[in-house]
């Protein structure tokens, strides 16, 4: 199952551009000849790798013949990637795209470099995304190499990456949350105006969202038997926070319920159990409820 509630029009710009929601639904093979298996942590790093160590920050980008600058989407640029290569052969990407902008890291990533006709190219791997590196005139030129489409993230070098603002309220470590802590199953959705409080498709409605939520600011979302991690942090004396790189969701209580909000028009509520029901999702995996139908609302379309 793909990227679930990546419908909003940045996150659709995003992922049809080819810079992907790493780290979700089925992962991407490099169809490319240039990706290689990653090298070995152990390998001594060569000095045709020097110059990609670092943090680098995207400044500028070409998506589908177009040349943003300033922003992206709305999303400042600095937004869409921040790349650190370490000697020992792994990288991190911070992404800020979803909703409130909070930083989201993958610190996953493997890294290898090949030469070609006396051009070095960096190739950052993991079992979902592969991206391919270069470096002209002091930047960094990223490619994703799952897409073929012309395009391109610039980055360059910085010592510090930039910080988003934050819009968290001052003197919430003195709040308790732990009432937030636990395991939830949904017993009502509202996805495109449509509720519903029994099934979806032929899921039980308790069934078709789970979430656990963790005192060490982590959390697990599964949607129909698929999970997806975040993390999550207070925001308001009343409400936490929780994202990805491209998603997002509100977290408030209801009484004794825990209501989701992605802020696109799907609204879950929750009750607390101690464990999950047993559910054999392979079952009812061919009755699913559309993904585009009701996860991906269609949003007007706006000018890039």
């Not at 989201?104 to 006396?118: A, C, M, Q, V």
């Not at 939830?184 to 509720?195: I, L, N, P, V």
Request: contains cysteine; glycine residues 6%; aromatic residues 12%.
């Amino acid at each position: 199952m793909k990227k679930l509630f990546c419908y909003c029009m940045t996150a659709a710009l995003i992922a049809g551009c080819s810079f992907g929601c790493s780290g979700k639904g089925s992962g991407k093979n490099s169809s490319s000849s240039a990706v290689s298996e990653p090298v070995s942590e152990s390998t001594v790093v060569n000095n045709a790798a020097r110059p990609f160590l670092g943090k680098w920050e995207a400044y500028k980008a070409f998506v589908l013949d177009e040349e943003y600058e300033d922003e992206y989407a709305g999303y400042p640029l600095s937004a869409l990637m921040k790349l650190e290569i370490f000697e020992d052969h792994t990288a991190a990407i911070t992404t800020a795209t979803n909703p409130r902008r909070k930083d989201y890291t993958n610190d996953y990533y493997k890294w290898n470099i090949t030469t070609e006709d006396g051009n070095d190219t960096l190739h950052i791997n993991s079992p979902e995304d592969n991206y391919d590196c270069r470096i002209e005139q002091g930047q960094l030129i990223v490619t994703y190499t799952d897409a073929n489409d012309g395009s391109v993230i610039y980055l360059l070098p910085v010592d510090k990456f930039s910080e988003n603002q934050s819009t968290t309220e001052a003197g919430l470590d003195k709040v308790d949350f732990s009432g937030y802590y636990g395991k939830w199953e949904s017993e009502e959705a509202t996805a495109e105006g449509e509720t519903y409080t029994e099934t979806m498709g032929d899921y039980p409605i308790n069934v078709a969202f789970r979430l656990e939520l963790r005192g060490d600011s982590s959390a697990t979302l599964s949607v129909f038997g698929e999970s997806m991690d975040y993390e999550w942090e207070p925001d308001k004396k009343d409400e936490l926070y929780m994202w990805d790189d491209y998603e997002g969701f509100s977290i408030k209580t209801d009484g004794d319920r825990l209501v989701l909000d992605n802020e696109y028009g799907l609204v879950i509520k929750l009750r607390k159990v101690e464990e999950f029901e047993d559910y054999d999702f392979s079952a009812a995996a061919d009755s699913a409820p559309d993904d585009d139908a009701i996860l991906y609302p269609e949003t007007p379309e706006e000018t890039t």
